[in-house]
């Protein structure tokens, strides 16, 4: 039988956003200050100096991945936003944003475990991430609360509240996996649209404070989820 000698040389290229991908979710499992630019290279394949070469600091390579990381997640919410009617009531893009953001972090688990890291202490990347993506995002949603609240449509919460329950509250699923399997004896296992619109409904009951309003974006959901399944 014909023996074929083994191929050696250098490994496989990785595309860039594959590469990057990698270095948000080494950031995400081990912290930053764990990270090496040597042991990210050995992680990935790559020659121990190549990382280095390529982005300089491991500073300007943090960035570099966060921003390559945030720009999909940012992309994947407008592409969630855009099978959705253009013109909706302030009310209605509220409970919609509110499907998209978690409809997306579920497609981007590092992106959360990431930013649990990163939150817990001071830090240039948190101003940077703050800076970038938290602040401009929450600024047109902060507005949009204001809003809704100024015109008795929703009940009174700050924007600090409705943040954590949503970004780092009813996100966790997705990010806490071995911890969210343990509930599944209890709920069954878990599937994404199902918890999204079962978190919407309920921040809807909670907050919205006409019931008519709260059954027009409880149909509004239906339609649109039988539309897409």
């Given amino acids: 039988m014909e023996q074929h000698a083994v191929r050696r040389g250098r490994p496989k ?6 590469l990057l991908r990698g270095v948000v979710a080494a950031f995400a499992r081990q ?17 121990h100096s190549a990382l280095g070469q390529r982005f300089g600091s491991k500073e300007a390579l943090f960035r570099t991945a966060v921003d390559a990381e945030f720009t999909r997640f940012l992309g994947e919410l407008a ?7 253009t013109q909706l009531s302030e009310l209605e893009e509220f409970a919609v944003l509110l499907w998209c953001f978690l409809t997306a ?7 959360g475990q990431l930013m649990n890291q990163v939150g817990a202490e001071p830090s240039p990347r948190l101003d940077y991430i703050v800076a970038t993506v938290v602040q401009p995002q929450l ?13 008795g449509s ?24 071995a911890l969210s399997g343990v509930f599944d004896h209890r ?15 309920l921040m809807v009951r909670a907050l919205v404070v006409d019931a008519s309003n709260q059954e027009h974006l409880t149909l509004l959901f239906d339609q649109h989820l039988s539309m897409r399944g």
């Fill in 154 to 177: 929703i009940t009174p919460v700050s924007t600090r509240a409705l943040f954590f329950l949503v970004a780092h509250g009813a996100e966790a699923p997705f990010t806490l996996t």
């Fill in 31 to 47: 912290g930053y200050e764990a990270v090496s630019l040597r042991s990210l290279s050995q992680d990935l394949g790559l020659s």
């Fill in 79 to 85: 592409l969630l936003r855009s099978t959705w009617p």
């Fill in 139 to 151: 600024n047109a949603f902060g507005d949009l609360l204001q809003r809704l609240t100024k015109s």
């Fill in 105 to 111: 972090s579920a497609k981007f688990p590092a992106l």
């Fill in 13 to 18: 290229l990785q595309s860039d956003e594959d």
């Fill in 187 to 201: 709920d069954g296992e878990l599937f994404v649209d199902e918890h999204v619109v079962a978190i919407v409904q």
